[in-house]
């Protein structure tokens, strides 16, 4: 229930809310492996996923994500605030982990399992003020915000893994560390409120809660992969608009490949 909460209170502040991105959450590599040698991937249109068990409990994971949105994601027009997605972002990140999991039952339909990684990525966007003062007459490099970052990360995870249906359920903590922040000149305006919000994104390492529910439907070996994950700062800054830059929301689709049985018929 708290997290439906937290994806319905964030989903509301992100159709509402002016949309200036510098921080897009990576989508949440949820594999849900069962035994050794199992590995499993994920292809997406901005997502590359993948996750192998090199023991009967110890795993390793890694994830690319890329970010290159443009109109299709809002309406050319003066006023901004109309866009469900800030249309101008742009980047990417890489993270690699190494976890513990285990399967439990007779036929290991549940799962549990617990990753530790760390990342690297950035992004940059224009100012919502391009589209009050520079739209289609301005330099668009005046106008640009620059994010760089590092992030660690824990994430435990429970999941029902099926044949046909797979259900899990993750609760990721991610400690991002933002810097190389930079501002166009003529980003923000003559808003200094704004601006010093920016540039205190990366005063000290932020905490971000992840939750996320990952579901997949197919059979086996190949299966449709779609999640949906909430994004929370939890210290940010009084006073300040940091989500005005923090992407909350993510709906992530995919296809999801499991070819453990496949690699043991190789072996034989």
Same mark, same amino acid.
């Given at each position: 229930?708290?997290? *439906?909460? *937290? ?47 090199? $023991? ?6 890694? &994830? ?82 620059? $994010? ?8 435990? &995870? ?11 359920? $993750? ?20 808003? $200094?409120?704004?601006?010093? &919000? ?8 932020? *905490? ?34 940091? &989500? ?6 993510? *709906? ?17």
């Amino acid at each position: 229930m708290r997290f *439906l909460k *937290l994806l319905a209170v964030s989903t509301a502040l992100f159709l509402t809310a002016c949309h200036t991105t510098v921080y897009v959450p990576q989508a949440v590599n949820a594999p849900a492996l069962k035994e050794k040698h199992e590995f499993k991937g994920n292809v997406g249109p901005n997502n590359l996923q993948a996750a192998f068990a090199v $023991s009967d409990n110890i795993a390793i994971m890694a &994830s690319g994500q890329y970010v290159y949105r443009n109109a299709f994601y809002g309406n050319e027009r003066g006023d901004n605030d109309d866009d469900v997605f800030d249309r101008n972002v742009r980047g990417g990140a890489f993270e690699g982990g190494v976890g513990y999991f285990k399967a439990f039952g007779n036929k290991k339909r549940a799962v549990f399992d617990v990753y530790g990684g760390f990342g690297t990525g950035g992004f940059h966007t224009l100012d919502e003020s391009y589209y009050d003062y520079g739209n289609g007459t301005a330099n668009t490099a005046d106008y640009q915000l620059r $994010s760089r970052f590092t992030r660690g990360f824990i994430q435990p &995870s429970f999941g029902i893994v099926h044949p046909v249906v797979e259900a899990i359920f $993750s609760t990721r903590f991610s400690v991002v560390n933002f810097y190389g922040l930079t501002a166009g000149n003529l980003a923000r305006g003559a808003d $200094s409120t704004h601006t010093s &919000s920016f540039y205190q994104i990366g005063n000290r390492p932020r *905490l971000f809660y992840e939750p996320a529910i990952t579901f997949r439907v197919g059979y086996k070996y190949v299966k449709f992969q779609m999640q949906v994950a909430a994004a929370a700062c939890l210290n940010a800054s009084p006073g300040t608009y940091f &989500s005005d830059y923090f992407q909350p929301v993510n *709906l992530n689709l995919g296809a999801s490949i499991n070819i453990a049985k496949w690699y043991d018929s190789f072996k034989h």
